[in-house]
């Protein structure tokens, strides 16, 4: 299933957050967004899962969701949002018991997304007993489980120290290369947007507006950690940002 967004504006109250985006989001690739503090990405994303509904535009589903998928659009977010006193199998197969699904055929599904996020050994673990990088993995593999059309992802590596994004982004492109899945990311971080995004959207500060798509053909197995053509394309994004993001943060310093 492919989204698509035409023409989407939106204002809370006299705030204009987001003016004219249209973007496609192709099934099977990576789309990043990147913008300064503020400029609307996380709007979007709630836009595209349908919590929230733009005031101008619309968010099209063109085609059919992949066969089994139990939720088109799951979101994964920074706080990993896992319940504590459910074992890592028993956070996913939360997800499965939403829609009916139990015994051997959840069994099946847990399986093989633990075993994709490579969780096997750690599934009746407690998520207390867990690393920050491990529990965002067992979200991950939640999402999986309903094998969803889109999983949008806002910021999910954020609140991970630095080696652990490094893992995590190398897991990512490992789960990706295996079976790929589409996504919708929110990232600050442009090194992550570089490594993991077949098309970076730039949007401007708010009212975010989109600024330059980028798309990266280098496929994603091939992307190494500082890696001299992706660092071309990022020292490219923060030339393209950099402004935006001053005069963004300026603007929060006067409110
Ligand atoms: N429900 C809401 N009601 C009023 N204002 C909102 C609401 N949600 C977001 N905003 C405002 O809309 C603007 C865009 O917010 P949003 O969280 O989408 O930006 P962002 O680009 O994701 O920011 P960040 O990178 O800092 O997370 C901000 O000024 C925010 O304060």
Redesign the pocket.
């Known amino acids: 299933m492919d989204i698509r967004l035409e023409a989407i504006r939106h204002a809370?109250?006299d705030?204009e957050?987001l003016q004219d985006i249209s973007l496609a989001i192709p099934a099977g690739r990576i789309v990043c967004l990147v913008?300064?503090?503020?400029?609307?990405?996380?709007?979007?994303?709630?836009f595209i899962g349908g919590l929230?509904r733009p005031m101008e535009g619309r968010v099209l589903q063109i085609g059919a969701p992949p066969e089994g998928c139990l939720n088109p659009l799951t979101f994964v977010f920074q706080d990993f949002a896992l319940l504590p006193w459910r074992t890592v199998q028993g956070n996913i197969s939360l997800v499965l018991e939403d829609h009916g699904i139990r015994g051997k055929r959840a069994r099946a599904i847990i399986d093989d997304v633990l075993a994709r996020t490579r969780l096997s050994d750690f599934a009746s673990a407690l998520p207390k007993q867990l690393s920050g990088g491990m529990k965002q993995r067992v979200a991950i593999a939640r999402a999986l489980a309903v094998n969803p059309a889109v999983m949008l992802m806002?910021?999910p590596l954020s609140a991970l120290d630095s080696q652990t994004r490094e893992l995590l982004m190398d897991d990512l492109i490992t789960l990706w290369t295996r079976q790929p899945f589409t996504s919708v990311y929110?990232t600050?971080n442009l090194a992550e947007a570089v490594r993991l995004g077949h098309r970076i959207v730039v949007?401007s500060r708010?009212p975010?507006r989109i600024c330059e798509v980028v798309e990266i053909e280098k496929p994603l197995a091939e992307r190494l950690y500082a890696d001299p053509d992706l660092d071309e394309v990022q020292r490219h994004l923060w030339e393209m940002m950099r402004d935006e993001a001053r005069a963004a943060e300026e603007e929060l310093i006067d409110v």
């Open positions: 809370y109250g705030t957050v913008g300064p503090s503020g400029c609307g990405k996380s709007t979007l994303l709630r929230e806002d910021e929110v600050h949007l708010r975010g």
